[in-house]
């Protein structure tokens, strides 16, 4: 029977893994689209009907083109960091509680916390690996980056974590079966929104590859095969943190299609932003993550702790 539960476990991995992919492709077309109307023009039109099947014909064209290898390059880690990376941002979709045969950790939050830290690592090497100045700046930034909104990301979780008193995400979706937690939790689902924008190095916090001033960044030295696998983990990051949205705070009906309707809904925000807000100061970031987010979220924190004592005071 162990057997059995085994390869059904490993099944269902792969059609998850092939869905998120899908996904990911389909989420470069709609950021396309979105963009092409926000500046006045049509996004993707030419290939196929309405351009739809355009993000299989980039896939195509990217994987098949000749990958250039920087002479001065760490070969091995310049090599494996993107695959690494991808890996990681496919890594993450297991601690969403889907309530099937996939995996249901009761320390999801921890391993969400974990496997997200890890993923600074990969980029840093990239940048590093390539030995060229400007993904070298790149990457730097985007460690200093992650890293700071990593701290106000884990304050914002504890607040949650304290409300439901567990580390399993799926209590997150018996919580919020009368009301969500945007309503409770209002500015701290502002403050994660915006740490998760720079968590996955989008507009207006993409520093690790600021176009104007560093040429690209940490990925300047990717081209083909590694440059596809890079921006997949980037997509991919984008709708993993939609769907911990969602499961945060807007209800977490997983098992119903609205709960689809209002991760794709994120999606477009993610989106939306990038062709609204042009790109901030590096300072200033640092400013809003360590003199803005930091104290706000710990009060909160603070906050939910003691109204949580004083209803299970109140209790006993």
Same mark, same amino acid.
């Given at each position: 029977?162990?057997?059995?539960?085994?390869?059904?476990?490993?099944? +269902? %991995? @792969?059609?998850?893994?092939?869905?998120?992919?899908?996904?990911?492709?389909?989420?470069?077309?709609?950021?396309?689209? $979105?963009?092409?109307?926000?500046? #006045?023009?049509?996004?993707?039109? /030419?290939?196929? #009907?309405?351009?739809?099947?355009?993000?299989?014909?980039?896939?195509? /064209?990217?994987?098949? /083109?000749?990958?250039? @290898?920087?002479?001065?390059?760490?070969?091995?880690?310049?090599?494996?960091?993107?695959?690494? =990376?991808?890996?990681?941002?496919?890594?993450?979709?297991?601690?969403?509680?889907?309530?099937? @045969?996939?995996? =249901?950790?009761? *320390?999801? $939050?921890?391993?969400?916390?974990?496997? +997200?830290?890890?993923?600074?690592?990969?980029? %840093?090497?990239?940048?590093?690996?390539?030995?060229?100045?400007?993904?070298?700046?790149?990457?730097?930034?985007?460690?200093?980056?992650?890293?700071?909104?990593? $701290?106000?990301?884990?304050?914002?979780?504890?607040?949650?974590?304290?409300?439901?008193?567990?580390?399993?995400?799926?209590?997150?979706?018996?919580?919020?079966?009368? @009301?969500?937690?945007?309503?409770?939790?209002?500015?701290?689902?502002? #403050?994660?929104?915006?740490?998760?924008?720079?968590?996955? =190095?989008?507009?207006?916090?993409?520093?690790?590859?600021?176009?104007?001033?560093?040429?690209?960044?940490?990925?300047?030295?990717?081209?083909?095969?590694?440059?596809?696998?890079?921006?997949?983990?980037?997509?991919?990051?984008?709708?993993?943190?939609? %769907?911990?949205?969602?499961?945060?705070?807007?209800?977490?009906? #997983?098992?119903?299609?609205?709960?689809?309707?209002?991760?794709?809904?994120?999606?477009?925000?993610?989106?939306?932003?990038?062709?609204?807000?042009?790109?901030?100061?590096?300072?200033?970031?640092?400013?809003?993550?360590?003199?803005?987010?930091?104290?706000? +979220?710990? =009060?909160?924190?603070?906050?939910?702790?003691?109204?949580?004592?004083?209803?299970?005071?109140?209790? *006993?």
């Amino acid at each position: 029977m162990f057997y059995k539960d085994l390869i059904m476990m490993v099944f +269902s %991995m @792969i059609i998850l893994l092939i869905f998120v992919l899908i996904g990911v492709a389909f989420l470069t077309l709609l950021e396309r689209k $979105v963009l092409g109307y926000i500046q #006045i023009r049509k996004g993707p039109n /030419k290939v196929g #009907i309405m351009g739809i099947p355009q993000p299989f014909s980039d896939a195509i /064209k990217l994987f098949t /083109k000749e990958s250039i @290898i920087p002479m001065m390059s760490n070969f091995n880690m310049y090599y494996m960091s993107p695959i690494f =990376n991808l890996f990681l941002s496919l890594l993450l979709w297991i601690s969403i509680p889907f309530m099937s @045969i996939l995996l =249901n950790f009761n *320390l999801g $939050v921890l391993f969400f916390l974990s496997v +997200s830290s890890l993923s600074v690592y990969t980029i %840093m090497i990239a940048g590093w690996s390539s030995n060229s100045n400007y993904s070298l700046l790149g990457g730097l930034r985007s460690v200093a980056q992650t890293i700071s909104y990593e $701290v106000s990301l884990a304050i914002i979780m504890l607040s949650f974590l304290f409300m439901i008193s567990g580390l399993n995400l799926k209590m997150l979706i018996n919580y919020q079966k009368f @009301i969500w937690l945007l309503y409770l939790m209002f500015p701290l689902c502002l #403050i994660w929104f915006v740490s998760s924008l720079a968590e996955t =190095n989008r507009t207006p916090f993409d520093f690790a590859e600021g176009e104007s001033e560093l040429v690209s960044g940490f990925n300047v030295e990717y081209s083909s095969g590694g440059f596809a696998l890079i921006f997949l983990a980037e997509y991919s990051s984008i709708l993993f943190m939609s %769907m911990l949205s969602a499961l945060l705070f807007l209800g977490g009906d #997983i098992m119903t299609f609205f709960f689809f309707l209002k991760l794709g809904f994120l999606s477009f925000l993610w989106i939306w932003v990038r062709g609204t807000l042009p790109r901030f100061r590096y300072d200033k970031l640092m400013y809003l993550a360590w003199k803005s987010f930091l104290p706000v +979220s710990l =009060n909160y924190l603070f906050f939910f702790m003691g109204l949580k004592i004083f209803f299970f005071s109140l209790i *006993l």
